[in-house]
């Protein structure tokens, strides 16, 4: 019953998690998840997240890899191409999860969409350019 409670938690977290064992492999994830990263045609357990995500930067799957070895990492947001051809920043959050025997069994990988924030600062960026003004802040 443990096991079932847990995971219906994690489908109904409101952001894009999931769960990921010490080969990569997703082993469940949240709706978000499957709405924002999910492939209509391929089941989500059991596929590898460079499978799923094959245009992720590096530096998402090192950190991955940094969690399975027991780092928690909370990453700035970086660009990824979506493999649909836009442009998409992603904010990550990697917590490893441990096996009853203290082990790493893997990770719980949040992704966090930064895309609207760095299209808002990018377009006040060129309007500034543009308008030939600039801002300043006071402390």
Avoid at 70 to 81: F, H, L, Q, V
Wanted: with cysteine; charged share 25%; proline share 4%.
């Amino acid at each position: 019953m443990k096991t079932l409670a847990t995971d219906f938690i994690i489908r109904d977290f409101p952001f894009a998690i999931a769960i990921l064992d010490q080969s990569a492999m997703v082993l469940d994830c949240s709706h978000v998840w499957k709405e924002q990263f999910g492939r209509a045609q391929l089941p989500l357990n059991e596929q590898n997240i460079k499978t799923l995500l094959p245009t992720a930067s590096k530096a998402l799957f090192q950190d991955i890899q940094r969690g399975l070895n027991g780092s928690i990492i909370n990453a700035p947001s970086r660009k990824y191409e979506r493999a649909e051809g836009h442009n998409q920043w992603l904010k990550w959050h990697i917590h490893p999860w441990s096996k009853d025997s203290g082990d790493v069994g893997g990770i719980f990988l949040i992704l966090e969409d930064k895309t609207l924030e760095q299209r808002e600062k990018e377009l006040f960026l060129k309007a500034e350019t543009v308008s030939r003004t600039g801002s300043w802040s006071l402390d």
